[in-house]
């Protein structure tokens, strides 16, 4: 695992842990975790976190490999192009986006490595949101943080966070675009763009 994450260990760098694993037959699947984290702060200062779990082990993996292989099962149903590609094609058998339920992230040679667990889970919210004919969500709201804020007729303040208004569905399915002989559940899909690349996506039957 320390091996994989170049970003956070030079070569040769290990981080400075131990780790004690006994088995009590009694406790039989229930596990007990006792967890100390420490993290140096300014000025030569320390502060340690102190943490004591109990669970059943096997109840807490379980779920995790099924979101594994549902996601990955779904990701063999998804097929994409970018740009001006003209054909569309599947995505790498290195599946990327499975990094969020796995410890340390696998990328296929050459990809920008993610270790933020919050980055990871906007990837898989943001790939499901393009398949119903959603945009990305990359939360800068930009119209809401420069010198001359205003209301915009399409949005509502409450609580100070914006609130986006309901599509009008009947205009949006009238202007549709069909993608691979399908619409884009009533949106335009070319309205869908991830890292400045116009992509169009095949979206299975969920």
Known sequence: MVESNEILYKP??????????????YVGDSKRAMDEYTSELMLGGRSTIVMHNTCE????AAPIILDLVILAELCQRISFRVGDEP????FHSVLSILSYLCKAPLVPQGTPLVNALFRQRACIENILRACIGLPPINHMLLEYKHENVR???DHQI????????????AQEKSNAKVVNGKPVNGFDASKL??????????????
């Open 193 to 206: 763009h991830t890292n400045g690349f116009h992509d169009e996506l095949y979206v299975p039957d969920l």
């Open 12 to 25: 040769g760098e290990h981080p400075d842990h131990c780790i004690v694993i006994k088995y009590v037959p």
């Open 87 to 90: 054909h569309y094609q599947h």
């Open 158 to 169: 409450s609580n100070g966070f914006p609130v986006i208004k309901k599509a009008n569905y």
């Open 151 to 153: 209301q915009q007729s």
């Open 57 to 60: 082990d096997s109840l807490l």
